[in-house]
């Protein structure tokens, strides 16, 4: 299981980074909302693909991902 979730966490980790450059949004904030409802997406589809996984099982992680998103991101700029 923890593979699994590594493999879900390193997916999204990446995804974000490519949603977020991807972005056409001049507005940071703006950009972070587009990457974020992006991303809920993805999980959505990642999950309906993996039986092995529920929402549960990665929901503290998807939080956690997020927020370190931002994070990184707001200290860069």
Request: hydrophobic share 40%; glycine share 2%.
């Amino acid at each position: 299981m923890n593979d699994l979730i590594e493999q879900f966490e390193s997916e999204l980790k990446a995804f974000l980074e490519f949603r977020y450059n991807l972005s056409l949004q001049q507005n940071t904030a703006e950009r972070f909302n587009e990457t974020e409802r992006a991303a809920f997406d993805f999980v959505d589809d990642y999950l309906l693909n993996t039986p092995d996984l529920i929402a549960g099982d990665v929901e503290k992680s998807i939080q956690n991902i997020l927020n370190d998103f931002i994070d990184k991101k707001i200290r860069d700029n």
